[in-house]
Structures are given as C-alpha cells and as structure tokens.
C-alpha cells in the first residue's frame, strides 16, 4: 500500500512563500504521475498541479508563474514550491500519486495524503 505524507503547510501573509512536500512510501518514479489538489473551505477540490512520468507539467491557470512541481526520484518525495502567494490560495492542499500502469494513457490518481493546511493573510 502506497502511503503520502504531506509537509510544508503553514501561515504566510500575502506574497509570501511556502514549499510543500510529500513523502512516498512507494517508488515515486514508478507512477503514471505525482499531482497536487487543493480545497478551499466550502469549495470541491481542484487540481492545482500534475507531473507525468514522463516530465511533463500541467498547471491550473490560478497558479501557473507562481507555484513549480517537481520530484526528487532519490528521496522518493514530491515538491510544490509556492510563490508570491494570495489569500485565495488559502485551502488544504492534497498530494496524490497516479498508480502505475503498463501503459500510462489515462491517470488513476488513486493514492492521496491527509492533506496539509496553507493559509494566505491579506
């Protein structure tokens, strides 16, 4: 069993930053790909993030320039770097891993974290 274990959440006024992590128990470079959801209070979770196996980067519009994705395939750990942070940036933050496939067509994000809280003051 794939276990995610998020780190990094906190409290930042406006503009500041904050770098998450996510620590897998599994080989992280085995996965189709590594994202990062958040939820604001009273709002579904949304996509913030993904990286494919292959490198490959999505971002959601909110946070493209501002947060960067990345793995660290040694340490098995997953990264969210957040800059120039807003208060809407505020929810808890998800990390979740796509389970590995023979063929990695479609993404089945099937292993999440506990989630770690970010918030953003004005």
């Known amino acids: 069993q794939v276990q995610l274990v998020e780190s990094g959440g906190g409290s930042v006024q406006a503009g500041g930053s904050l770098k998450l992590s996510c620590a897998v128990s599994?080989?992280?470079?085995?996965?189709?790909?590594m994202g990062w959801y958040r939820q604001a209070p009273g709002k579904e979770r949304e996509l913030v993030s993904t990286?494919?196996?292959?490198?490959?980067?999505i971002y959601a519009d909110s946070v493209r320039g501002r947060f960067t994705i990345s793995q660290d395939n040694i340490n098995n750990t997953l990264y969210l770097e957040m800059n120039s942070l807003k208060p809407e940036d505020t929810a808890v933050y998800y990390c979740?891993?796509?389970?590995?496939?023979?063929?990695?067509?479609?993404?089945?994000?099937?292993?999440w974290g506990q989630g770690t809280q970010v918030t953003v003051s004005s």
């Open positions: 990286r494919r196996k292959d490198g490959a980067t």
């Open positions: 979740a891993a796509a389970r590995p496939k023979i063929v990695c067509n479609t993404l089945d994000f099937t292993y």
């Open positions: 599994g080989y992280i470079f085995s996965m189709c790909a």
